[in-house]
């Protein structure tokens, strides 16, 4: 047997590759070939044994340490992240079963909040935002595609604040207030040149207030007043150059002054009445900590 040698692997393969040096004296000993690949054999194990890190391990009180990963029943990987004292630290990452990525979560020591970074299935960015536990909370951006679609504000899992979409080319088309997850406060929405096209005020979910709506050059076209999401008072119609055209009063939803108007004009304000105001939510995934 010979003493342990203790050698950096590029001076073993620097030995091995010399036809001069392979039995050359060597720490006051000679190895011959045969030992020398034993030996270099034996650091390349220690090297990959020492990479192949030790996963889902617990400790003596049953906390989980170290790396963790997780598979789907098909073998794919599910997540992978690491462990302090039972709590996830540092990035995690999720996957869908297909393997794209689904989530990117850094979480901070001693804090519930984590950065989270969401993608659906073919692995493109929908979310990006932070959740409180496994509530969203604080700033939260949504995609589509590669192109910013809306950034909405949350209170633990509520929507909460302001509130503002964009078209397709980044352009703002809308902008609310919403209290407790519901629209509370003034709403707008706009044409792509950006002048405003119509201004809602919202109660607890409810158009509750002043309406006012406008053609693309600005002027308004319709103004009135909801009450509990129904039209409610006078209603005013304008022409182009901002002359009245008609007025209709208005009693929880219904005409109360049909006499002035015809009956054609009575439908098509009694049809344009179920839409006017209401402005789409934007096509995002709502979904809750992956």
Not at 2 to 27: G, H, T, W
Not at 160 to 181: P, V
Not at 189 to 195: K, L, T
């Amino acid at each position: 047997m010979f003493a342990p040698v203790y050698l950096p692997l590029c001076a073993l393969f620097e030995i091995m590759n010399s036809d001069k040096r392979r039995n050359q004296y060597l720490c006051g000993k000679y190895l011959p070939m045969k030992s020398l690949l034993l030996l270099l054999a034996f650091c390349l194990l220690s090297l990959l044994s020492r990479s192949q890190e030790a996963v889902n391990k617990t400790d003596a009180k049953g906390l989980k340490q170290g790396k963790w990963v997780s598979k789907y029943t098909g073998g794919s990987l599910k997540y992978e992240g690491y462990f302090i004292q039972n709590k996830p630290a540092g990035e995690w990452k999720r996957y869908h079963e297909n393997g794209k990525i689904k989530a990117l979560m850094t979480y901070r020591p001693n804090s519930e909040r984590v950065f989270t970074s969401l993608f659906d299935e073919r692995g493109k960015l929908y979310a990006m935002g932070v959740f409180e536990g496994n509530l969203r909370d604080s700033t939260w951006n949504f995609y589509s595609g590669e192109m910013l679609v809306s950034i909405e504000n949350y209170h633990l899992g509520k929507k909460e604040g302001k509130a503002i979409g964009f078209d397709q080319n980044g352009k703002k088309i809308w902008d609310r207030e919403l209290k407790n997850g519901l629209p509370d406060g003034n709403e707008v929405q706009f044409y792509p040149s950006g002048i405003k096209m119509k201004e809602i005020f919202f109660k607890e979910g409810k158009r509750s207030g002043p309406a006012l709506f406008y053609d693309e050059s600005g002027n308004i076209t319709m103004e009135g007043s909801y009450l509990d999401d129904l039209s409610e008072g006078t209603w005013k119609f304008f022409a182009k150059d901002g002359k009245l055209q008609y007025q209709i009063e208005y009693n929880k939803g219904d005409i109360v002054n049909k006499g002035a108007i015809d009956t054609l004009q009575i439908n098509a304000f009694t049809q344009y009445d179920k839409i006017k105001g209401k402005i789409p939510e934007p096509k995002v995934k709502e979904s809750g900590m992956p």
